[in-house]
Protein backbone atom coordinates (compact mmCIF):
# COMPACT_ATOMS: atom_id res chain seq x y z
CA UNK A 1 0.00 0.00 0.00
CA UNK A 2 1.53 3.87 -0.67
CA UNK A 3 1.84 5.87 2.19
CA UNK A 4 2.22 9.88 2.01
CA UNK A 5 4.15 11.15 4.37
CA UNK A 6 5.00 14.73 5.10
CA UNK A 7 8.28 16.08 6.66
CA UNK A 8 9.26 19.48 7.84
CA UNK A 9 12.97 19.89 8.24
CA UNK A 10 15.36 22.41 8.84
CA UNK A 11 16.44 23.81 5.24
CA UNK A 12 20.40 23.10 5.77
CA UNK A 13 22.77 21.01 3.76
CA UNK A 14 22.56 17.40 3.31
CA UNK A 15 19.34 17.09 5.06
CA UNK A 16 17.71 15.13 2.12
CA UNK A 17 20.49 13.30 1.80
CA UNK A 18 20.09 11.71 5.13
CA UNK A 19 16.70 11.37 5.01
CA UNK A 20 17.27 9.11 1.92
CA UNK A 21 20.15 7.86 3.38
CA UNK A 22 17.86 6.57 6.18
CA UNK A 23 15.23 4.63 3.48
CA UNK A 24 18.45 2.90 1.74
CA UNK A 25 19.82 1.65 4.87
CA UNK A 26 16.46 -0.46 5.45
CA UNK A 27 16.02 -1.28 2.24
CA UNK A 28 12.33 1.27 1.88
CA UNK A 29 12.04 2.21 -1.81
CA UNK A 30 10.99 5.49 -1.97
CA UNK A 31 8.51 5.71 -4.93
CA UNK A 32 7.89 10.05 -4.87
CA UNK A 33 10.00 12.34 -3.70
CA UNK A 34 9.19 16.33 -3.43
CA UNK A 35 10.89 19.36 -1.56
CA UNK A 36 10.89 22.78 -1.30
CA UNK A 37 11.03 25.99 1.17
CA UNK A 38 7.58 26.90 2.83
CA UNK A 39 6.32 30.26 4.06
CA UNK A 40 9.37 30.15 6.18
CA UNK A 41 12.67 29.84 4.29
CA UNK A 42 14.65 28.00 7.38
CA UNK A 43 12.25 25.07 6.83
CA UNK A 44 11.94 22.96 4.01
CA UNK A 45 9.03 20.45 3.46
CA UNK A 46 9.37 16.68 2.10
CA UNK A 47 6.42 14.96 0.69
CA UNK A 48 7.44 11.14 0.32
CA UNK A 49 5.47 8.34 -1.34
CA UNK A 50 6.97 5.08 0.33
CA UNK A 51 5.34 1.82 -0.32
CA UNK A 52 4.73 -0.25 2.58
CA UNK A 53 2.35 -2.07 5.20
CA UNK A 54 1.39 -0.35 8.44
CA UNK A 55 4.50 -1.39 10.55
CA UNK A 56 7.14 0.00 7.66
CA UNK A 57 5.77 3.27 8.06
CA UNK A 58 5.63 2.83 11.53
CA UNK A 59 8.90 2.18 11.60
CA UNK A 60 9.77 5.03 8.78
CA UNK A 61 8.64 7.47 11.06
CA UNK A 62 10.46 6.44 14.30
CA UNK A 63 13.68 6.81 12.55
CA UNK A 64 12.34 10.31 10.48
CA UNK A 65 12.18 11.85 13.96
CA UNK A 66 15.72 10.28 15.40
CA UNK A 67 17.09 13.06 12.71
CA UNK A 68 18.19 15.99 14.10
CA UNK A 69 16.92 18.26 11.40
CA UNK A 70 13.84 16.70 11.45
CA UNK A 71 10.79 19.32 13.12
CA UNK A 72 7.79 17.48 11.98
CA UNK A 73 6.48 13.98 10.69
CA UNK A 74 2.78 13.24 9.49
CA UNK A 75 1.65 10.00 7.34
CA UNK A 76 -1.10 11.17 5.68
CA UNK A 77 -4.01 8.68 5.07
CA UNK A 78 -5.20 8.56 1.74
CA UNK A 79 -8.77 10.00 2.65
CA UNK A 80 -7.07 13.26 4.55
CA UNK A 81 -4.59 14.66 1.73
CA UNK A 82 -4.95 16.36 -1.12
CA UNK A 83 -2.02 15.45 -3.96
CA UNK A 84 -1.15 16.56 -6.95
CA UNK A 85 1.56 15.69 -9.69
CA UNK A 86 3.21 18.01 -12.83
CA UNK A 87 3.63 16.39 -16.06
CA UNK A 88 5.40 18.25 -19.06
CA UNK A 89 4.78 16.13 -22.10
CA UNK A 90 6.59 16.96 -25.39
CA UNK A 91 4.77 14.74 -28.77
CA UNK A 92 5.13 14.77 -32.29
CA UNK A 93 1.75 16.05 -34.25
CA UNK A 94 1.14 17.09 -37.78
CA UNK A 95 -1.10 19.83 -38.21
CA UNK A 96 -3.72 17.27 -39.48
CA UNK A 97 -3.68 15.80 -35.74
CA UNK A 98 -3.64 19.11 -33.59
CA UNK A 99 -7.00 19.88 -33.83
CA UNK A 100 -7.39 16.03 -31.61
CA UNK A 101 -4.82 17.22 -29.32
CA UNK A 102 -6.27 20.61 -28.61
CA UNK A 103 -9.19 18.59 -27.72
CA UNK A 104 -7.62 15.95 -25.23
CA UNK A 105 -5.81 18.62 -23.53
CA UNK A 106 -9.11 20.92 -23.16
CA UNK A 107 -11.13 18.10 -22.03
CA UNK A 108 -8.27 16.79 -19.35
CA UNK A 109 -7.04 20.48 -18.59
CA UNK A 110 -3.77 20.19 -20.08
CA UNK A 111 -2.17 23.43 -21.43
CA UNK A 112 -0.13 24.36 -24.14
CA UNK A 113 3.45 25.38 -23.45
CA UNK A 114 4.92 25.75 -26.62
CA UNK A 115 3.95 24.88 -30.27
CA UNK A 116 6.14 23.94 -33.54
CA UNK A 117 5.08 23.21 -36.70
CA UNK A 118 5.84 19.40 -35.81
CA UNK A 119 5.47 18.99 -31.99
CA UNK A 120 3.28 20.49 -29.24
CA UNK A 121 4.78 20.68 -25.48
CA UNK A 122 1.15 20.44 -22.48
CA UNK A 123 1.15 21.08 -19.42
CA UNK A 124 -0.77 19.22 -16.58
CA UNK A 125 -1.02 19.43 -12.91
CA UNK A 126 -3.21 16.77 -11.17
CA UNK A 127 -3.64 13.34 -9.46
CA UNK A 128 -1.05 10.38 -10.29
CA UNK A 129 -4.30 8.59 -11.91
CA UNK A 130 -5.53 11.41 -13.99
CA UNK A 131 -1.97 11.97 -15.46
CA UNK A 132 -1.62 8.26 -16.37
CA UNK A 133 -4.99 8.31 -17.83
CA UNK A 134 -4.07 11.41 -19.53
CA UNK A 135 -0.74 9.82 -20.96
CA UNK A 136 -2.19 6.80 -22.39
CA UNK A 137 -4.38 9.40 -24.39
CA UNK A 138 -1.67 11.15 -26.15
CA UNK A 139 1.04 8.08 -26.26
CA UNK A 140 -0.36 7.21 -29.67
CA UNK A 141 0.66 10.43 -30.83
CA UNK A 142 4.07 9.90 -30.39
CA UNK A 143 5.92 10.90 -27.10
CA UNK A 144 9.04 12.44 -27.62
CA UNK A 145 10.16 13.45 -23.92
CA UNK A 146 8.48 13.39 -20.61
CA UNK A 147 8.76 14.66 -17.30
CA UNK A 148 7.21 14.33 -13.99
CA UNK A 149 7.19 15.82 -10.92
CA UNK A 150 6.94 14.23 -7.64
CA UNK A 151 3.74 14.03 -5.46
CA UNK A 152 3.49 16.95 -3.11
CA UNK A 153 -0.13 16.77 -0.30
CA UNK A 154 -1.21 18.54 1.73
CA UNK A 155 -3.83 17.89 4.51
CA UNK A 156 -7.30 18.65 4.08
CA UNK A 157 -9.40 20.41 6.34
CA UNK A 158 -8.05 22.97 9.09
CA UNK A 159 -5.32 20.85 10.62
CA UNK A 160 -1.65 21.36 9.21
CA UNK A 161 1.69 19.95 10.03
CA UNK A 162 3.75 22.83 11.54
CA UNK A 163 6.11 23.59 13.89
CA UNK A 164 6.32 21.54 17.25
Request: proline share 1%; with cysteine; aromatic share 4%.
Amino acid sequence: MKHSISVLVENNAGVLSRICGLFSRRGFNIDSLAVGTTDDPEISRITIVADGNEYTVEQIEKQLNKLVEVIKVKTLSKDELLARELMIVKISVTAEKRTQVLTIANITGAKVMDITLTTMTLEIADTYAHLCKFQELIKPYGIIELVRTGTIAIQKGSETITKK
